[in-house]
């Protein structure tokens, strides 16, 4: 899978064409390495995540990236449908689906500023309707709650935390169709609950 397709968020200093968190990632089982849907996914070297919402299903896990020191995994919900995307591939498009971006640095400053320019990234890219500071698990986030300004995005609207942790740097992001009604914030915060940073 490509990199570009991982991210929404991102304004990263790599030299990778990043675009969008949510700009749908490739939900097909051959791009995928082997997931099970395990309740407790460990992502990099510092985060373990403890889904305990029934709604989402682990959909990927990738350290192809690792070398640039970002790991990256998804979850969805709701049933899929393949839905064309703006390259042309067919992929699977779901009612809301949840992505995680963990960057590990050399250093806790380059791990803040690698959030920041996320966060940045976030902003420029949606239309942003509330910022606000959550505390989940013990760790502090910038959450955004916002809708999609492209038209091409099957997803209309979404919410993204971003944080640091030592030298971690994280966004989790989850996005939904216009028809999804669940609570997507809570959905987020929950999520972020069971999120657990070790040394």
């Known amino acids: 899978?490509?990199?570009?397709?991982?991210?929404l968020i991102i304004g990263i200093s790599?030299?990778?064409?990043?675009?969008?968190?949510?700009?749908?990632?490739?939900?097909?089982?051959?791009?995928?390495?082997?997931?099970?849907d395990s309740a407790y996914v460990t992502v990099g070297s510092h985060l373990t995540?403890?889904?305990?919402?029934?709604?989402?299903?682990?959909?990927?896990?990738?350290?192809?990236?690792s070398?640039?020191?970002l790991y990256y995994a998804s979850w969805?919900?709701?049933?899929?449908?393949?839905?064309?995307?703006?390259?042309?591939?067919?992929?699977?498009?779901?009612?809301?689906?949840?992505?995680?971006?963990?960057?590990?640095s050399k250093t806790s400053e380059a791990a803040a500023e690698s959030m920041e320019n996320w966060l940045t990234a976030g902003?420029?890219?949606?239309?942003?309707?509330?910022?606000?500071?959550v505390v989940c698990n013990g760790q502090s986030y910038t959450l955004l709650s916002y809708r999609f300004a492209n038209e091409d995005n099957p997803y209309s609207q979404g919410v993204s935390a971003f944080g640091v942790f030592e030298n971690c740097a994280v966004c989790a992001e989850l996005t939904c169709q216009e028809t999804y009604n669940e609570d997507l914030k809570e959905m987020?915060?929950?999520?972020?609950?069971?999120?657990?940073?070790?040394?």
Not at 123 to 133: Q, R
């Open 1 to 7: 899978m490509d990199a570009k397709r991982f991210f």
């Open 14 to 36: 790599l030299t990778l064409p990043l675009t969008a968190c949510g700009s749908l990632p490739s939900g097909s089982a051959s791009d995928a390495e082997t997931v099970t």
């Open 49 to 65: 995540v403890h889904n305990t919402d029934s709604r989402l299903t682990l959909l990927d896990k990738k350290d192809t990236l």
């Open 67 to 69: 070398a640039d020191g």
């Open 76 to 104: 969805t919900t709701g049933n899929s449908k393949k839905y064309e995307n703006s390259d042309g591939e067919t992929v699977d498009l779901y009612d809301a689906q949840l992505y995680l971006l963990l960057g590990e």
């Open 123 to 133: 902003k420029d890219n949606y239309e942003v309707s509330a910022e606000e500071t």
């Open 188 to 199: 987020l915060t929950t999520f972020l609950e069971g999120c657990n940073y070790g040394t």
